[in-house]
């Protein structure tokens, strides 16, 4: 079973910058495509970015595009969101997410993932 970690999530002021981080367990994460989604209050968790098990390629849900920036450390077991110029709208709690099998970054459903993560809250100030 894999585990995965999210952190580095907080209050923040908008226009502010946060990098989140996701550990993962286990000896096969560099073979796993990792995404992130969100879920502010009262809505449905959204896609946000995925990378795909080499780190090679990336995709973005068109609302954070330019905004937010996902990578990997396979090195490290860990996957990255970088987020930039922070607004009121993205608080929210954010998941990160794995699928087996050297997937692409195409992975932007929910039921494509195998494990997840508990989450970290973000929480933007105006």
């Known amino acids: 079973q894999v585990q995965l970690v999210e952190s580095g999530g907080g209050l923040v002021q908008a226009g502010g910058s946060l990098r989140l981080s996701c550990a993962a367990s286990?000896?096969?994460?560099?073979?796993?495509?990792m995404g992130w989604f969100r879920q502010a209050p009262g809505k449905e968790r959204e896609f946000v970015a995925a990378?795909?098990?080499?780190?090679?390629?990336?995709y973005y849900a068109d609302s954070v595009k330019g905004q937010f920036t996902i990578s990997r450390d396979n090195a490290k077991n860990t996957v990255y969101l970088q987020i930039y110029s922070l607004k009121p709208e993205d608080t929210a709690v954010y998941y990160c997410?794995?699928?087996?099998?050297?997937?692409?970054?195409?992975?932007?459903?929910?039921?494509?993932?195998?494990?997840w993560g508990q989450g970290t809250q973000v929480t933007v100030s105006s």
């Open positions: 286990g000896r096969f994460f560099s073979s796993y495509a």
């Open positions: 990378i795909n098990w080499s780190g090679g390629s990336t």
């Open positions: 997410a794995a699928q087996r099998g050297y997937g692409s970054s195409r992975v932007t459903r929910e039921t494509e993932y195998d494990y």
